[in-house]
Protein backbone atom coordinates (compact mmCIF):
# COMPACT_ATOMS: atom_id res chain seq x y z
CA UNK A 1 0.00 0.00 0.00
CA UNK A 2 3.11 2.58 0.69
CA UNK A 3 3.93 1.94 -2.72
CA UNK A 4 0.25 1.99 -4.47
CA UNK A 5 1.12 -0.96 -6.52
CA UNK A 6 -1.27 -4.31 -7.08
CA UNK A 7 -0.03 -7.38 -9.00
CA UNK A 8 -2.41 -9.53 -10.01
CA UNK A 9 -1.41 -13.08 -11.43
CA UNK A 10 -3.12 -15.38 -13.77
CA UNK A 11 -2.79 -19.16 -14.01
CA UNK A 12 -2.89 -20.31 -17.47
CA UNK A 13 -1.53 -22.97 -19.34
CA UNK A 14 -1.21 -23.64 -23.12
CA UNK A 15 -1.40 -20.20 -24.35
CA UNK A 16 1.57 -17.73 -25.19
CA UNK A 17 0.53 -14.05 -24.19
CA UNK A 18 2.51 -11.28 -25.14
CA UNK A 19 4.73 -9.06 -22.37
CA UNK A 20 6.65 -6.00 -21.67
CA UNK A 21 10.38 -6.10 -21.15
CA UNK A 22 11.31 -4.71 -17.47
CA UNK A 23 14.13 -2.48 -17.31
CA UNK A 24 16.82 -1.35 -14.77
CA UNK A 25 15.47 1.74 -12.88
CA UNK A 26 18.63 1.80 -10.74
CA UNK A 27 20.30 3.31 -13.54
CA UNK A 28 17.49 5.90 -14.67
CA UNK A 29 19.21 9.13 -15.15
CA UNK A 30 17.84 12.68 -14.78
CA UNK A 31 17.10 13.96 -18.11
CA UNK A 32 16.60 10.80 -19.42
CA UNK A 33 13.85 10.83 -21.91
CA UNK A 34 10.82 8.46 -21.30
CA UNK A 35 7.51 7.36 -23.10
CA UNK A 36 4.26 6.73 -21.46
CA UNK A 37 1.31 4.90 -23.23
CA UNK A 38 -1.79 4.70 -21.39
CA UNK A 39 -5.27 5.34 -21.77
CA UNK A 40 -5.52 9.35 -19.86
CA UNK A 41 -9.22 10.36 -19.73
CA UNK A 42 -10.02 7.13 -21.48
CA UNK A 43 -8.18 7.78 -24.70
CA UNK A 44 -7.28 4.82 -25.29
CA UNK A 45 -3.72 4.16 -27.22
CA UNK A 46 -2.30 7.86 -26.15
CA UNK A 47 1.23 7.93 -26.62
CA UNK A 48 3.01 10.98 -24.54
CA UNK A 49 6.86 11.15 -24.44
CA UNK A 50 8.86 13.65 -21.79
CA UNK A 51 12.52 13.61 -19.51
CA UNK A 52 13.14 12.27 -16.08
CA UNK A 53 12.83 15.87 -14.90
CA UNK A 54 14.11 14.77 -10.92
CA UNK A 55 14.40 11.44 -9.11
CA UNK A 56 13.14 12.14 -5.42
CA UNK A 57 12.53 10.62 -1.85
CA UNK A 58 8.83 10.34 -1.48
CA UNK A 59 8.86 11.35 2.13
CA UNK A 60 9.95 14.69 0.98
CA UNK A 61 6.31 15.48 -1.01
CA UNK A 62 3.02 15.34 0.28
CA UNK A 63 1.94 12.69 -1.62
CA UNK A 64 -0.39 10.74 1.44
CA UNK A 65 0.05 6.78 1.05
CA UNK A 66 3.08 6.90 -1.27
CA UNK A 67 6.19 6.35 1.21
CA UNK A 68 9.20 5.46 1.93
CA UNK A 69 10.66 4.67 -1.87
CA UNK A 70 12.57 6.66 -4.21
CA UNK A 71 9.57 7.86 -6.73
CA UNK A 72 10.63 9.31 -10.59
CA UNK A 73 9.62 13.15 -11.48
CA UNK A 74 8.61 13.15 -14.96
CA UNK A 75 7.51 15.64 -17.94
CA UNK A 76 6.07 12.85 -19.57
CA UNK A 77 2.11 14.08 -19.62
CA UNK A 78 0.06 12.06 -16.94
CA UNK A 79 -3.38 12.22 -17.20
CA UNK A 80 -6.49 9.98 -14.84
CA UNK A 81 -6.19 6.95 -16.72
CA UNK A 82 -2.48 6.64 -17.30
CA UNK A 83 -1.92 5.35 -13.54
CA UNK A 84 -1.35 1.60 -13.58
CA UNK A 85 0.49 1.77 -17.46
CA UNK A 86 3.81 1.83 -18.15
CA UNK A 87 6.24 3.90 -18.44
CA UNK A 88 9.24 3.53 -21.26
CA UNK A 89 12.69 4.38 -21.82
CA UNK A 90 13.57 4.61 -25.63
CA UNK A 91 14.72 0.71 -25.75
CA UNK A 92 11.25 -0.02 -24.83
CA UNK A 93 11.47 -1.35 -21.37
CA UNK A 94 9.49 -0.79 -18.66
CA UNK A 95 10.93 1.49 -15.60
CA UNK A 96 7.97 2.50 -13.97
CA UNK A 97 4.81 2.98 -13.38
CA UNK A 98 2.71 6.41 -13.85
CA UNK A 99 1.31 7.23 -10.51
CA UNK A 100 -0.34 10.59 -10.30
CA UNK A 101 0.11 14.28 -10.65
CA UNK A 102 0.08 17.94 -9.36
CA UNK A 103 -2.84 19.59 -11.75
CA UNK A 104 -1.96 22.91 -9.86
CA UNK A 105 1.79 23.24 -11.59
CA UNK A 106 2.65 21.98 -15.41
CA UNK A 107 4.33 18.87 -16.03
CA UNK A 108 4.85 17.88 -12.33
CA UNK A 109 3.89 13.57 -12.89
CA UNK A 110 5.02 11.28 -10.75
CA UNK A 111 5.94 7.43 -11.70
CA UNK A 112 6.82 4.37 -8.99
CA UNK A 113 9.92 2.85 -10.36
CA UNK A 114 10.09 -0.68 -11.73
CA UNK A 115 12.26 -2.44 -9.25
CA UNK A 116 9.43 -1.97 -6.78
CA UNK A 117 7.45 -4.16 -8.74
CA UNK A 118 9.68 -6.96 -9.60
CA UNK A 119 10.02 -8.69 -5.83
CA UNK A 120 6.19 -8.87 -6.13
CA UNK A 121 6.32 -10.45 -9.73
CA UNK A 122 9.00 -13.10 -8.25
CA UNK A 123 6.79 -13.91 -5.08
CA UNK A 124 5.31 -17.30 -4.50
CA UNK A 125 2.43 -15.93 -2.48
CA UNK A 126 -0.57 -13.79 -3.08
CA UNK A 127 -2.48 -12.11 -0.54
CA UNK A 128 -6.71 -12.00 -0.87
CA UNK A 129 -8.54 -8.65 -1.50
CA UNK A 130 -9.92 -7.68 1.74
CA UNK A 131 -13.52 -9.07 1.99
CA UNK A 132 -12.59 -12.22 -0.33
CA UNK A 133 -11.66 -15.43 -0.16
CA UNK A 134 -8.94 -17.24 -1.72
CA UNK A 135 -11.24 -20.50 -2.67
CA UNK A 136 -14.08 -18.48 -3.49
CA UNK A 137 -15.43 -17.93 -7.27
CA UNK A 138 -18.01 -16.13 -8.83
CA UNK A 139 -21.36 -18.51 -10.13
CA UNK A 140 -19.70 -19.71 -13.15
CA UNK A 141 -22.08 -18.92 -16.39
CA UNK A 142 -21.06 -20.11 -20.19
CA UNK A 143 -21.80 -17.19 -23.21
CA UNK A 144 -21.12 -19.44 -25.55
CA UNK A 145 -23.41 -17.82 -27.85
CA UNK A 146 -24.69 -14.47 -28.34
CA UNK A 147 -28.55 -16.01 -26.87
CA UNK A 148 -26.41 -16.73 -23.31
CA UNK A 149 -25.56 -13.33 -23.36
CA UNK A 150 -29.76 -12.65 -21.84
CA UNK A 151 -30.55 -11.47 -19.06
CA UNK A 152 -30.75 -9.39 -15.71
CA UNK A 153 -27.72 -7.88 -14.19
CA UNK A 154 -27.48 -5.86 -10.88
CA UNK A 155 -24.46 -3.99 -9.31
CA UNK A 156 -23.48 -1.02 -8.65
CA UNK A 157 -22.53 2.09 -10.72
CA UNK A 158 -19.37 4.60 -9.18
CA UNK A 159 -19.24 7.88 -10.83
CA UNK A 160 -15.74 9.32 -12.28
CA UNK A 161 -16.80 12.78 -12.26
CA UNK A 162 -19.20 13.57 -9.39
CA UNK A 163 -19.09 12.06 -6.05
CA UNK A 164 -21.15 8.85 -5.27
CA UNK A 165 -22.69 6.18 -6.51
CA UNK A 166 -25.73 3.94 -6.36
CA UNK A 167 -27.53 0.96 -8.04
CA UNK A 168 -27.46 0.00 -11.41
CA UNK A 169 -29.68 -2.37 -13.14
CA UNK A 170 -28.71 -4.15 -16.64
CA UNK A 171 -31.58 -6.10 -18.60
CA UNK A 172 -29.58 -7.54 -21.97
CA UNK A 173 -32.32 -8.95 -24.80
CA UNK A 174 -30.91 -11.32 -27.84
CA UNK A 175 -33.04 -11.28 -31.02
CA UNK A 176 -31.05 -13.25 -33.64
CA UNK A 177 -27.80 -11.46 -34.55
CA UNK A 178 -28.87 -8.28 -32.60
CA UNK A 179 -28.35 -7.18 -29.03
CA UNK A 180 -29.81 -4.38 -26.92
CA UNK A 181 -30.05 -3.47 -23.47
CA UNK A 182 -32.18 -1.54 -20.90
CA UNK A 183 -29.81 0.07 -18.08
CA UNK A 184 -31.11 2.29 -15.24
CA UNK A 185 -28.81 3.85 -12.74
CA UNK A 186 -30.24 4.72 -9.79
CA UNK A 187 -29.23 7.95 -7.49
CA UNK A 188 -27.30 9.64 -10.49
CA UNK A 189 -26.57 13.26 -8.99
CA UNK A 190 -27.49 14.13 -13.13
CA UNK A 191 -30.64 13.39 -13.36
CA UNK A 192 -29.95 10.29 -15.63
CA UNK A 193 -32.72 7.85 -16.01
CA UNK A 194 -31.67 5.07 -17.99
CA UNK A 195 -31.55 4.56 -22.03
CA UNK A 196 -31.86 1.93 -24.47
CA UNK A 197 -28.43 1.05 -26.03
CA UNK A 198 -27.66 -0.71 -28.59
CA UNK A 199 -24.93 -3.26 -28.37
CA UNK A 200 -21.90 -4.45 -30.36
CA UNK A 201 -20.65 -7.99 -29.04
CA UNK A 202 -17.18 -9.48 -29.63
CA UNK A 203 -16.52 -13.35 -28.65
CA UNK A 204 -12.94 -13.47 -26.86
CA UNK A 205 -13.32 -16.64 -25.80
CA UNK A 206 -15.77 -19.40 -24.42
CA UNK A 207 -16.86 -16.92 -21.44
CA UNK A 208 -15.46 -13.95 -22.99
CA UNK A 209 -17.64 -11.23 -24.56
CA UNK A 210 -16.70 -7.50 -25.20
CA UNK A 211 -19.12 -5.49 -26.21
CA UNK A 212 -19.61 -1.56 -27.01
CA UNK A 213 -22.95 0.48 -26.26
CA UNK A 214 -24.46 3.11 -27.93
CA UNK A 215 -27.51 5.37 -26.63
CA UNK A 216 -30.62 5.73 -28.80
CA UNK A 217 -30.09 9.23 -28.61
CA UNK A 218 -25.95 9.40 -27.69
CA UNK A 219 -26.47 10.34 -24.71
CA UNK A 220 -25.07 6.93 -23.30
CA UNK A 221 -22.19 4.74 -24.36
CA UNK A 222 -19.56 2.71 -23.05
CA UNK A 223 -17.53 -0.49 -23.80
CA UNK A 224 -17.37 -3.51 -21.35
CA UNK A 225 -16.63 -7.34 -20.71
CA UNK A 226 -19.09 -10.03 -19.82
CA UNK A 227 -17.13 -12.95 -18.49
CA UNK A 228 -18.27 -15.90 -15.37
CA UNK A 229 -21.50 -14.47 -14.89
CA UNK A 230 -20.44 -11.09 -14.27
CA UNK A 231 -20.17 -7.52 -16.28
CA UNK A 232 -17.72 -5.08 -16.09
CA UNK A 233 -17.81 -2.06 -17.93
CA UNK A 234 -17.54 2.03 -18.17
CA UNK A 235 -19.79 4.65 -19.39
CA UNK A 236 -20.08 7.78 -20.33
CA UNK A 237 -23.27 10.17 -20.60
CA UNK A 238 -23.60 12.96 -22.14
CA UNK A 239 -26.74 15.35 -21.83
CA UNK A 240 -26.82 17.93 -24.52
CA UNK A 241 -29.50 20.05 -23.53
CA UNK A 242 -28.18 21.12 -20.38
CA UNK A 243 -24.45 20.28 -21.27
CA UNK A 244 -23.71 17.88 -18.71
CA UNK A 245 -21.00 15.45 -18.67
CA UNK A 246 -20.27 12.18 -16.86
CA UNK A 247 -18.38 9.11 -16.73
CA UNK A 248 -17.60 6.11 -14.88
CA UNK A 249 -17.85 2.07 -14.50
CA UNK A 250 -20.65 -0.24 -14.35
CA UNK A 251 -20.11 -3.46 -11.59
CA UNK A 252 -22.78 -5.65 -12.08
CA UNK A 253 -23.54 -9.61 -11.92
CA UNK A 254 -26.05 -11.91 -13.93
CA UNK A 255 -28.94 -13.25 -12.01
Do not use: C
Amino acid sequence: PNRDIAVLKVKASGKDFPFLPLGDSDRVEIGEQVVAIGSPLRFEGTVSNGIISAIREANDLPLGRVRDIIIFQTTAPISKGNSGGPLFNLDGEVIAIPTFFYARGQNLNFAVPIKYVIPLLNSTSLTPLTGMSATSSPRQTEFGTLADLAGTYLGVWQSGTYPGSGAAVMTVSVAGETVSARVILTGSPIGYKGDTLRMKATKLGSNIWTVEFKGEHSALSGTGIFKEGQFLGDYRYRRVRRFVRDYGQWILKKQ
